[in-house]
């Protein structure tokens, strides 16, 4: 009986759900016209769950299920704070997808924010064992951390062996704790200095011209940020961006327009597999791992939007000849706002 009932410090990443976005994305009545279509974007999951012995061993043997220790998911949280974590996750990234994709369509969208949020800790790097997932760099060398781009401007002249103050709050905490790094170098180009983290914005303020929400419930996490951006920009457009397929999306939106590396991405392809979608655009850090649960399905790497709209102009979608919006609502000759 127990090992059905009894739940070990273990948890299985699970083939989780695979969701259009158009049903979920709202435009307020001030807004462009928002356009049906015949394609599909969509946003893919991973099921969490925490396991008993049982629920341990189908894991072992299901090709598609990866175990994690509950210390490597949770990294020092609870489970709800992990949850919180996930959900201030997946709000940013909402509003991140939407800067991207209006400035894709014209539109100025004036940012400010409080910190980088930690998303991930590169093994072996200096941050490695000083910093957490879910951590906030508030400053750098005492400089805070108030536009997007700060934090990389603020790096942009280090090199490997130079010493830098990261001002850092916990997320568990309100107080603030600086935190000494010696820089190494990066993987991409050996004379940049990096921390080894990966972050995304918090605390954004955004200046929108008009409001868009997505309707997300409880599933957490900033993997869905390709997929808003670019259903996003097909709401917002006639025609069709994924020529009429099928087409599945998974990978982190960055305000510059770079999609980053993600969780689960043989668990997502698996869903993907299962759901009989078309194609999956994926980060090509995670190329390897999706196409090897994909089964049938095209995996199509991209590391940026314009990638990502390339591919989809290759299945005969229109991402490369988009509207200006924000100037035909300037000329008084685009299309008048519609409820979302």
Known sequence: MSASVVRLDY?????GSVRNTEPLIHVAADGPQIYPSDGEISFTTVALRHVTLFGLLQGWLDPDVDIHSA?????????????????????TSQQVATQVALEELGYEVPVSITGQLVLGVEDGYPADGRL??????????????DDPDDLERLLGDKHPGDEIVATVRPFTESTEEDVDLTLAPSPDDPDQGVMGVTVQPTGVQFDFPFQTSFETGEVGGPSAGLAFTLGLI????????TGGASVAVTGTISSD???????????????????????????SADYQDAIAHAGDVQVVKVDTLDQ??????????NGLHLPDLAAQQA???GPPGTPG
């Open 11 to 15: 948890y299985a990443f699970r083939p």
């Open 71 to 91: 210390d490597e998911v949770l990294q020092g949280r609870n489970s709800e704070e992990n949850r919180q974590v996930n959900l201030e996750l997946m709000d």
């Open 132 to 145: 957490e997932e879910g951590d906030t760099i508030v400053a750098i060398d005492g400089t805070r951390l």
């Open 234 to 241: 097909d709401a917002l457009t006639p025609g069709e961006l």
């Open 257 to 283: 327009g770079s999609v980053g590396p993600i969780g689960g991405a043989g668990q997502k392809a698996a869903a993907v597999r299962q759901a009989g979608v078309d194609v999956f655009l994926v980060p």
């Open 308 to 317: 990502a709209l390339e591919a989809l102009a290759d299945l005969g979608g």
């Open 331 to 333: 000329a008084g000759s």
